[in-house]
């Protein structure tokens, strides 16, 4: 028992430490958890999951997957496929059966494959999946458009590269018995429509529950997991694999239907992903057989070599030609296809099957996806960023502030941050408080930043951190509350402190972080912007620094925010006193009677 919940800790040591070490090196995070994986299992023997988890070892792993594949159905709008010119589809139509046809070939010519094999293999090949692809988009930085694509193809193929190969499979068995590929085909059709028709009735139950009140609310997430569990498992008994259909479409489904407890339901379920992907990429590359390892041939590179160069390259270009998605995004998206879990698991389970039917290499099939996994997340890891430089690619950094409220205040601030090239936008429901800012050509939005379609039109990629500054202190408290799990608590920001109101005062835990170490309030900047008061920005350098500043600054100026050199945004609250360094810049807050020698340093 006490080993057991060692390596159960150690598991979740390494996984999450994985990504906060890629958090803040920058490294690709499913790099890092695999490599992880590897040292603590056959380098080191610290986790032998075979031995720890026995017979549940697999089911577990596909209960993970069936809950990553979930989530990221979530976070699929159907509205984005419209950005995409249609990719997604033809990626699905076009591209996976280029890409089965050309992985089979690069088994059996370059890997040695026996044809079945091969085939069998080359329709696994086509998965990439959310338990690679997300984690490695949320660390790049890449424009939207094939940002969105990458995602919706990993999700969405994960199951049809799997039906791919239980298609492959069942023909090879039944064939013995006299089966056609008709049949087969038919039949793994009829079973597919079935899977998906259950994830579609479990979303609309939980879609006609949740609202009404029929799951209370400290139960609606346990119930929400039970209930893609059961509808995997109930798939599975259906067909094999066929439960990653039923999850896909239940997430999706459930993404697109208007539930009102669905960010909070998502909030939870990203955690949960988190934790489950770092787990399972430990377990994984803790399972490598280091015996398996010895059985790699030099015409593995070869074919790993066709499947990085050749296979998904003509696959994808084969399927985006003669669309409007351009030449460089093409180029981006046919180069990054990593391989995770879902390669290794479904070619575990098939290698084993192929030899109770009669077809020897499937114990190969291990060892090539280990090398697909391992070569594609490394190499695909550490290059999608240089490449989407290369190609032109990165998104912009995200350096911006979103500003809710069309005040004086706040129209003061973004007139500073227009100057100083950060990106900046202002939102408001009042078509005439956002008049002075589009006269000044600063970037504004018109409408409820609370409300749904805000998503559709504010890309929140583009910006670090959010300021809530109308004259409302309740909803400003409000707007925080909402954002902080897209920005981060420590990114969202309103005007006045918990700590000023007593009694009266908004819970803390609800608020955003205070602007000013101060706490201005909402009424003390009505009456600062009456006196007159401004923002001035002033250049920090190796011989006038922060010190030489606030001598220079009126006594009862107040700072607001460092831009670092580097583009990022820093406040001053109550909290955090950010430490200006040369090639910084200081916004501060200053009445209207100062002097010259400070104009001119604030210049």
Not at 179 to 198: F, N, R
Not at 420 to 435: G, H, K, M, N
Not at 540 to 546: Q, R
């Amino acid at each position: 028992m006490e080993y057991q919940a060692i390596v159960f800790a150690l598991i979740g040591v390494l996984g999450i430490g994985a990504q906060w070490v890629a958090w803040k090196t920058g490294w690709p995070a499913i790099a890092l958890m695999l490599l992880a994986g590897v040292l603590a299992g056959p380098v080191l023997g610290l986790i032998d999951p075979e031995h720890t988890f026995g017979a549940l070892l697999e089911p577990a792993i596909s209960l993970a997957v069936a809950v990553i594949l979930f989530e990221g159905g979530l976070s699929l709008r159907l509205r984005e496929l419209r950005k995409t010119e249609g990719a997604v589809i033809r990626l699905t139509l076009i591209g996976v059966p280029v890409g089965w046809v050309l992985g089979a070939a690069a088994g059996h010519y370059l890997a040695g494959l026996a044809w079945p094999v091969a085939v069998l293999f080359g329709g696994i090949l086509v998965v990439t999946g959310p338990t690679v692809v997300i984690p490695l988009l949320r660390q790049s930085n890449i424009e939207s458009r094939p940002r969105t694509i990458l995602k919706w193809e990993g999700i969405v193929n994960d199951p049809v590269g799997a039906l791919c190969a239980v298609l492959t499979y069942e023909y090879l068995r039944r064939s013995l018995e006299g089966g056609t590929l008709a049949s087969v085909a038919v039949s793994l059709l009829v079973a597919s429509l079935v899977a998906g028709g259950i994830g579609y009735a479990a979303a609309r139950l939980m879609s006609w529950a949740l609202p009404r009140g029929h799951i209370p609310e400290y139960l609606k997430s346990p119930v929400l997991l039970v209930m893609v569990i059961g509808v995997f498992v109930a798939s599975n008994l259906i067909q094999q694999e066929a439960g990653l259909v039923a999850v896909t479409v239940m997430g999706v489904a459930m993404a697109n239907m208007q539930i009102d407890s669905l960010r909070e339901l998502r909030a939870f379920k990203e955690n949960v992903t988190v934790i489950l992907v770092s787990g399972v990429f430990v377990l994984l590359s803790a399972s490598l057989d280091l015996e398996l390892v010895r059985q790699f041939e030099w015409r593995f590179i070869a074919f790993l070599a066709g499947v990085l160069f050749l296979v998904r390259p003509i696959a994808v270009m084969a399927s985006l030609a003669f669309s409007r998605v351009p030449w460089r995004e093409r180029a981006l998206i046919a180069w990054i296809a990593p391989r995770g879990i879902v390669l290794v698991a479904i070619s575990g389970l098939f290698a084993l099957r192929l030899d109770q039917i009669g077809y020897s290499g499937g114990t190969v099939l291990i060892a090539l996806s280990f090398s697909v996994v391992a070569a594609t997340i490394v190499v695909h890891g550490f290059t999608i960023g240089p490449l989407a430089r290369v190609l032109k690619l990165t998104g912009p950094k995200k350096s911006g502030l979103i500003l809710a409220g069309g005040t004086s205040f706040s129209f003061g601030l973004a007139e500073q941050l227009n100057e100083l090239e950060v990106p900046v936008l202002i939102a408001d429901t009042s078509w005439q408080r956002l008049a002075r800012a589009r006269q000044a050509g600063i970037p504004t939005y018109h409408g409820e930043i609370l409300a749904e379609a805000t998503d559709e039109h504010i890309d929140m990629s583009h910006y670090q951190a959010l300021a809530a500054v109308t004259e409302n202190e309740a909803y400003n408290t409000l707007i925080c509350n909402e954002f902080a799990p897209e920005f981060g608590r420590d990114n969202v920001y309103q005007l006045g402190d918990a700590g000023n109101g007593g009694s009266l005062a908004l819970p803390a835990d609800l608020r955003g972080r205070a602007l000013f170490a101060s706490g201005l309030g909402v009424e003390q900047i009505s009456r600062h912007v009456r006196a007159g008061w401004t923002f001035r920005k002033t250049p920090i350098t190796d011989v006038y620094g922060l010190a030489e500043m606030r001598e220079e600054l009126p006594e009862e100026s107040e700072l607001l925010m460092v831009l670092r050199s580097a583009g990022t945004i820093k406040f001053f609250t109550h909290a955090s006193q950010p430490e200006p360094e040369p090639g910084d810049t200081v916004i501060s807050y200053v009445p209207p009677h100062r002097d010259a020698h400070a104009s001119k340093a604030a210049a």
